[in-house]
């Protein structure tokens, strides 16, 4: 449990030194054109929103046997909870509480899990 803290701990500490540096350094808007902005889904650079009711998995840690879920759902309470790739079910996690912004983190009961498999929330 004491790595899990560490983790999500790390994991907040890298998305804050992000932002600092991306507002530290600003935005410049150069003289010229007035050109139109590429917009963001055009350009291929941002991921789609999550669906409702579904939490992909974004990290594996096979040695302490625990993964870190992405979800925009408000998950509470400890559930076990079948993990998918494509339609077929290939393992089980277990919700911990552990939650910060949208990860989730859960211990895996069974199976090979990989990044990128999903969770359908019950």
Do not use: H
């Not at 994991?11 to 054109?33: D, I, P, Q």
């Not at 079948?82 to 079910?89: A, H």
């Amino acid at each position: 449990m004491k790595e899990k803290i560490s983790f999500m701990i790390n994991l907040l500490g890298c998305g804050l030194v992000g932002a600092c540096l991306f507002f530290a350094t600003g935005c410049e808007t150069t003289s010229g054109s007035a050109e139109e902005p590429q917009d963001a889904t055009e350009a291929g650079d941002e991921k789609p929103a999550l669906p409702k009711g579904v939490a992909v998995v974004d990290q594996v840690d096979k040695e302490f046997n625990y993964v870190i879920l992405k979800t925009s759902a408000k998950i509470k309470g400890e559930k076990e909870l079948d993990v998918y790739r494509g339609d077929k079910v290939i393992g089980k996690v277990k919700l911990d509480g552990t939650r910060s912004g949208d990860f989730v983190s859960a211990d895996i009961v069974e199976g090979d899990i990989k990044t990128g498999d999903t969770i359908r929330l019950k």
